[in-house]
């Protein structure tokens, strides 16, 4: 989706700059001392607007989050959303990550969320889409044992080529739907705006959580 021009962008997102890290590269292996404690830390790449995040940094005061957006229209919204809600456990990397080794150390994350990645439909770009196994092999690296990962849809296509990246990858599949919303998983409670959206027009959303 094409975003809007938003008028001084670069001097907004400078008014938030106690929730942002600008060079996400130079703090590899040193996350917790961004946070000052040595809670256990999550990563969203694609974070949107936002919401999903935040609530989860809401609900989880004793874990750290760190939400990964390149689109600067995108993040300045999330970064609004941030401030008002006056988080300490959150941070924001203006970042279009392509490899997560170049950010984070070995067993640095607990666990990374993918909501509704761009599911490059072009066989082609196969090797873009962020369920390739070239990327599932990276977050294996970053994420502790035992660590997940949780990824949401809603291109039937791109599931059913993640489902099928996460099997040969030999990674272990802990929840699956077809229908999130109708599921019993407690992942359905906390959403992404662009998830809501969906939702009100009753189109169904792929998730699996899995193990790497």
Not at 56 to 79: F, M
Not at 148 to 162: G, H, L, P, Q, R
């Amino acid at each position: 989706m094409r975003q809007r021009k938003v008028k001084n962008v670069k001097e907004r997102l400078n008014a938030f700059s106690d929730y942002i890290i600008v060079d996400g590269e130079s703090m590899k292996g040193r996350w917790n001392s961004v946070f000052k404690n040595n809670n256990d830390i999550y990563m969203e790449l694609g974070c949107g607007k936002g919401q999903f995040l935040l609530k989860h940094a809401e609900l989880h005061p004793d874990r750290n989050y760190i939400a990964v957006e390149g689109q600067e229209t995108v993040i300045l919204r999330a970064l609004e959303k941030a401030s008002e809600a006056q988080l300490p456990n959150i941070v924001f990397v203006p970042s279009f990550m392509q490899d997560v080794t170049d950010y984070f150390d070995e067993d640095e994350l607990f666990g990374i969320y993918l909501n509704f990645s761009d599911p490059w439909p072009k066989e082609r770009h196969a090797k873009r889409r962020l369920t390739h196994r070239k990327y599932l092999k990276g977050y294996e690296k970053v994420i502790k044992n035992s660590g997940i990962v949780e990824f949401k849809t809603d291109n039937d296509a791109f599931f059913e080529f993640s489902i099928e990246e996460i099997k040969l990858s030999g990674y272990e599949i802990l929840e699956y739907s077809r229908d999130v919303h109708n599921s019993a998983f407690s992942s359905k409670e906390i959403t992404t705006e662009y998830e809501d959206k969906f939702k009100t027009l009753n189109k169904s959303i792929n998730y699996v959580k899995f193990v790497v």
